[in-house]
T-cell receptor, first 111, second 110 residues
Framework: DTAVSQTPKYLVTQMGNDKSIKCEQNLGHDTMYWYKQDSKKFLKIMFSYNNKELIINETVPNRFSPKSPDKAHLNLHINSLELGDSAVYFC??????????FGPGTRLTVL | DAKTTQPTSMDCAEGRAANLPCNHSTISGNEYVYWYRQIHSQGPQYIIHGLKNNETNEMASLIITEDRKSSTLILPHATLRDTAVYYCIVRETSYDKVIFGPGTSLSVIP
């Protein structure tokens, strides 16, 4: 069974569009995260949520809005997509302070 | 910024032990050493972590020096499937922010 899953796996869209990426974990964790890995392969944290409450927000543009409907889900909505948003986005989850487990990633390409 | 330094790349012959070093000279007393790896196009995969003592699991061994300023991840019998980027990270368990550096690109050669 997949522990941390993301949909879609690939997302190709035009500049200016709005898109969402979904993440679900079945590990019973209370904390979830979004990371961005750019073309230079650096993996950077964007957000973390603990029990549906925003804990970390790493100066990400406000076009990015995470939404956590419940502890098992953390979705990422992106408005007015720009070329620089092209990257691989990874979701992760953990019990607070414990090891983080990552999803398979969503490759976003903005044309 | 990442608090660790690692070699950019390493090669290892298939079947031999792969020893991946990591320097973390500014590590504080309550920070753990974590290792993850990322196989091409996949999500980072947790390998092992430790505080002071050496640790071993089904994937690898972690050797931490007595002063805790460096560590070595050991893959005892490297296979081609171990080719990946390996990240050494230090973090407090009370602080959820994990900072990844560029890691070490390990190539296992037949």
């Amino acid at each position: 069974d997949t522990a941390v899953s993301q949909t879609p796996k690939y997302l190709v869209t035009q500049m200016g569009n709005d898109k969402s990426i979904k993440c679900e974990q079945n590990l019973g964790h209370d904390t979830m995260y979004w990371y961005k890995q750019d073309s230079k392969k650096f993996l950077k944290i964007m957000f973390s949520y603990n029990n549906k409450e925003l804990i970390i927000n790493e100066t990400v543009p406000n076009r990015f809005s995470p939404k956590s409907p419940d502890k098992a889900h953390l979705n990422l909505h992106i408005n007015s997509l720009e070329l620089g948003d092209s990257a691989v986005y990874f979701c992760a989850s953990s019990s607070a302070g414990d090891t983080q487990y990552f999803g398979p990633g969503t490759r976003l390409t903005v044309l | 910024d990442a608090k660790t330094t690692q070699p950019t790349s390493m090669d290892c012959a298939e079947g031999r032990a792969a020893n991946l070093p990591c320097n973390h000279s500014t590590i504080s007393g309550n920070e753990y050493v974590y290792w993850y790896r990322q196989i091409h196009s996949q999500g980072p995969q947790y390998i092992i972590h430790g505080l002071k003592n050496n640790e071993t699991n089904e994937m690898a061994s972690l050797i931490i020096t007595e002063d805790r300023k460096s560590s070595t991840l050991i893959l005892p019998h490297a296979t081609l499937r171990d080719t990946a980027v390996y990240y050494c990270i230090v973090r407090e368990t009370s602080y959820d922010k994990v900072i990844f550096g560029p890691g070490t690109s390990l190539s296992v050669i037949p």
